[in-house]
């Protein structure tokens, strides 16, 4: 694919193919990748930087520079959609007139009146890709008897739970981001809308945190992220627990729990989609982002008036996770009776007996206190909000 010394090298155009041929190596925390230059025939220095979100690349050695096959196709039926969204009924699309009112009593005109311009139609909402749904269901036929399964089962997931939410698996050189691709392959979870649409895919890849590379384990294909199971949010029995990753969910659905929703990550939860969720119990990985997470959450809940409890640590067994400790037998989850388990948030607006920092201040009362034993602390959260 090398191209003579003469041949201009703007606005270039490399295919999966050819850039999977040129030795690509992830870096920069998975949003970037380095490759062999095909276009000055480089084969010792890794001289051809590809950003994985936008398609862009560029040689910094011969300065060929262009987008990936797959990003153009993306753009082109991007600029169509838009197209069409912008395209007027025919009945509509003359002007109409302008309409002058009466004189005023001084005998001048009063300022022309401007048409009213009608509310846009509501803007459907699509998939990020629009061959998702046939690439999930390729994914989900492939997953029996695969490694895929296999790996399930080392992580403590019936293959039956699996298969009834949806995952399936992506085998190598099946995973729609070629630059992404793992040996082992990926398990693929389905990323969906509370109202279930399927708008993105996440793979995790197959194998031990020893075997695959932390920047090579999980991927989400560009465009809008949902939850998995967000069917969960418009309604079921019991409380709607909550965790950041997809065998989380699923150790917990294992355990018993009947509305489970994934987050993918601690900084994917929308209020918006919780509206009408009453009762909540945070399940968040154990580490540090995990519990600097839930705290905020906690109190936010708290205080939109939702019943809030948070699974402790101590509930983990010394784990992780959800799923490490459901992987172990040590998870401590009543789902009967969450008060066994958890401990609860609440909170209260009042105006206290002591002055605040200012004399125009209301003092919010933010509790939280455990059921599982007598001993238990107790821990006092004090907010402190300008008075309107």
């Given at each position: 694919m090398t191209i003579s010394g003469d041949t201009p090298r703007e606005n270039l155009t490399l295919s999966e193919a050819d850039l999977a041929a040129c030795r690509p190596m992830v870096g920069e925390g998975g949003h970037v990748l380095r490759a062999l230059c095909p276009f000055h025939g480089s084969d010792r220095q890794r001289s051809l930087r590809v950003q994985v979100h936008s398609g862009r690349f560029v040689c910094f050695a011969c300065g060929a520079w262009g987008y990936m096959a797959e990003a153009r196709e993306r753009w082109r039926e991007e600029q169509q959609r838009q197209v069409v969204l912008r395209k007027p009924p025919a009945r509509q699309r003359r002007p109409p007139?302008?309409?002058?009112?009466?004189?005023?009593?001084?005998?001048?005109?009063?300022?022309?009146?401007?048409p009213v311009a009608r509310p846009a139609a509501p803007r459907a909402s699509e998939p990020a890709r629009p061959d998702l749904a046939q690439r999930l269901a390729v994914f989900q036929a492939a997953l029996p008897g695969s490694r895929g399964e296999t790996y399930l089962q080392q992580r403590g997931i019936p293959l039956a739970l699996a298969q009834r939410h949806g995952v399936g698996y992506a085998a190598l050189g099946t995973w729609p981001h070629a630059a992404r691709d793992w040996r082992g392959g990926r398990v693929v979870f389905p990323h969906t809308t509370p109202d279930g649409r399927l708008v993105n895919l996440y793979g995790r890849a197959v194998g031990t945190a020893a075997q695959v590379p932390k920047a090579k384990r999980h991927d989400h294909l560009p465009g809008e992220k949902g939850y998995l199971n967000a069917a969960a949010l418009q309604g079921g029995?019991?409380?709607?627990?909550?965790?950041?990753?997809?065998?989380?969910?699923?150790?917990?659905?294992?355990?018993?729990?009947?509305?489970?929703?994934?987050?993918?990550?601690?900084?994917?939860w929308r209020w918006d989609w919780v509206r009408d969720v009453r009762e909540l119990v945070f399940a968040l990985d154990a580490d540090a982002a995990g519990q600097q997470q839930w705290p905020m959450l906690a109190r936010q809940a708290a205080l939109r008036g939702k019943q809030v409890a948070v699974l402790e640590p101590a509930a983990y067994g010394g784990y992780k996770d959800v799923n490490e400790a459901w992987l172990a037998g040590v998870l401590g989850v009543s789902t009967a009776n969450p008060a066994n388990t958890c401990f609860y948030v609440y909170a209260s607006?009042?105006?206290?007996?002591?002055?605040?920092?200012?004399?125009?201040?209301?003092?919010?009362?933010?509790?939280?206190?455990?059921n599982r034993s007598a001993k238990s602390k107790y821990t006092l959260f004090v907010l402190t909000v300008s008075a309107m």
């Open positions: 007139r302008l309409q002058p009112t009466a004189p005023t009593r001084a005998g001048r005109p009063a300022a022309i009146s401007t029995t019991g409380p709607l627990w909550v965790c950041e990753g997809a065998f989380d969910a699923l150790a917990l659905l294992a355990a018993g729990c009947t509305r489970v929703i994934a987050i993918f990550g601690v900084h994917g607006l009042s105006r206290l007996d002591f002055q605040g920092p200012s004399e125009n201040t209301m003092v919010v009362f933010l509790g939280i206190s455990s």
